[in-house]
T-cell receptor
Framework: AQSVTQLGSHVSVSEGALVLLRCNYSSSVPPYLFWYVQYPNQGLQLLLKYTTGATLVKGINGFEAEFKKSETSFHLTKPSAHMSDAAEYFCAVSDLQGAQKLVFGQGTRLTINP | NAGVTQTPKFQVLKTGQSMTLQCAQDMNHEYMSWYRQDPGMGLRLIHYSVGAGITDQGEVPNGYNVSRSTTEDFPLRLLSAAPSQTSVYFC?????????????FGPGTRLTVT
């Protein structure tokens, strides 16, 4: 069975600082990995995804993530935080057989301090 | 395109009552799914459908029924509501093949069972 662990349910950074949200996964088959963002009282929006190919994936709003198979990680980063980045972020995993059946982590709430 | 729409946005039920959460999409997606979101637990898959007339159970199906009579609609039925079903419910849709694998989420239905 697949699983996802997001380290830190709350992360707080200053505006302009590096954002690092951690995600580790467990999968017995090659994974597909996703980061979704949820703004208050809204649905989820895809930030970026890894399926095959290049392990450094760039997404929307300046975010990127790197798939590291040896570390079973898919951490999300952004060089310089903006106030508008305040939201909840979810890491999710699936696989080729059930690509649409996402298994989510518990989420990380990102707060940006002025 | 309206994308994925959900009704109602909010609902309060008494224990034992039944209701149907509506979900519709206008993107001609084959795959549709229902998730519930609970604090600290991320999103968990309830039921999914790979096309009209085909449904299957996800991780937490007990207490919920679904059917898929058309490509566009995927209603979720609570047969006898329980307080444990208090949650935020999200519907999502995507293509079932190809390499996109992006799921589009609706805005959610916040359900309280008293």
């Amino acid at each position: 069975a697949q699983s996802v662990t997001q380290l830190g349910s709350h992360v707080s950074v200053s505006e302009g600082a590096l954002v690092l949200l951690r995600c580790n996964y467990s999968s017995s088959v090659p994974p597909y990995l996703f980061w979704y963002v949820q703004y208050p009282n809204q649905g989820l929006q895809l930030l970026l995804k890894y399926t095959t190919g290049a392990t450094l994936v760039k997404g929307i709003n300046g975010f990127e993530a790197e798939f590291k198979k040896s570390e079973t990680s898919f951490h999300l980063t952004k060089p310089s935080a903006h106030m508008s980045d305040a939201a909840e972020y979810f890491c999710a995993v699936s696989d080729l057989q059930g690509a649409q059946k996402l298994v989510f982590g518990q989420g990380t709430r990102l707060t940006i301090n002025p | 395109n309206a994308g994925v729409t959900q009704t109602p946005k909010f609902q309060v039920l008494k224990t034992g009552q039944s209701m149907t959460l509506q979900c519709a999409q206008d993107m001609n997606h084959e795959y549709m799914s229902w998730y519930r979101q609970d604090p600290g637990m991320g999103l968990r898959l309830i039921h999914y459908s790979v096309g009209a007339g085909i449904t299957d159970q996800g991780e937490v199906p007990n207490g919920y029924n679904v059917s898929r009579s058309t490509t566009e609609d995927f209603p979720l039925r609570l047969l006898s509501a329980a307080p444990s079903q208090t949650s935020v419910y999200f519907c999502a849709s995507s293509y079932s093949s190809g390499f996109s694998y992006e799921q589009y989420f609706g805005p959610g239905t916040r359900l309280t069972v008293t």
